[in-house]
């Protein structure tokens, strides 16, 4: 098992326990001791758990909640809002674009009635079916392996599908954002997908919480400079735009 899947489980194990030891952590994923560890020292560094004496309980502010969709939907919606009026400033008509699956992208749905003859290639199960809904757009919904609780398509065969198109715009929420990891995600896998609708894109969107700054999660996705416009609600912190000089830093206001 890698390095990286192995967390994974880990995290997973302690979400639902809060605390495991690492005796308990070697029996469940059937490695030594010593190698949970070096795993908890690393996930420790990032910021993701707090190491006891012989063990790790799960921080109480980490950014692997994972949470259901569907709650997550309802939280800051006013503000969700604001990013996404602030990015369909930079859709054009009759163009193909990237929606990944976050409730942040969700609020855009309805916005996309005023444009004609879009294109909207999207690994979000809800996303494309509000899209069908709601709008007359064309819909590519990516196919892969189905995440309930975040009612995304993810996966091998998700990647895969998406490396064969092209966008003019790519729009996307993050995880984590970090002046050193560069943003990142819950997961490996929803990093590989981001991370491949920005390079197939000729343009790329961030949609940022303020309360996203300063924070690392899982999986690094891209570096800061790798994304075009990086759009958000509150006082930018100091030095990220020096890091990204060619990158638009946009502070919308509610």
């Known amino acids: 098992m890698l390095d990286a899947e192995r967390t994974e489980k880990i995290l997973e194990i302690l979400k639902v326990k809060n605390s495991c030891t690492v005796y308990d952590l070697a029996n469940k994923l ?3 001791e010593s190698t949970i560890r070096r795993d908890l020292a690393r996930m420790e560094q990032k910021g993701l758990i707090t190491r006891t004496f012989g063990g790790a309980i799960l921080k109480s502010n980490s950014s692997i909640e994972d949470s259901s969709f569907f709650l997550r939907e309802k939280q800051n919606l ?3 809002r604001a990013l996404a009026r ?3 400033r930079f859709i054009e008509p009759n163009s193909a674009i990237f929606l990944d699956s976050s409730s942040t992208c969700l609020q855009l749905v309805t916005m996309l009635q005023q444009f004609k003859n879009l ?3 999207t690994n979000g199960l809800i996303i494309a079916n509000e899209l069908i809904i709601k709008t007359k757009h064309d819909v590519i919904l990516l196919g892969g392996k189905i995440k309930a609780s975040t009612n995304s398509v993810l ?3 998700a990647e895969e599908m998406l490396r ?3 966008a003019s715009l790519c729009i996307m929420s993050t995880s984590g954002i970090d002046k050193d990891f560069g943003f990142s995600e819950l997961t490996e896998e929803q990093a590989r997908l981001k991370k491949i609708m920005i390079e197939n894109s000729s343009k790329s969107i961030a949609l940022v919480d303020i309360g996203k ?6 999986a690094h996705t891209c570096d ?3 994304v075009s416009i990086i759009i958000t609600n509150g006082p930018i912190p100091n030095d990220y735009q020096s890091l990204a000089p060619h990158t638009e830093f946009i502070e919308v206001k509610e």
């Open 30 to 32: 059937y490695t030594s």
């Open 78 to 80: 006013k503000e969700k």
């Open 86 to 88: 602030e990015a369909i």
């Open 119 to 121: 294109l909207v290639i």
């Open 155 to 157: 996966g091998s065969a």
């Open 164 to 166: 064969g198109y092209h």
């Open 213 to 218: 700054f300063n924070k690392k999660s899982l």
């Open 224 to 226: 800061i400079k790798d």
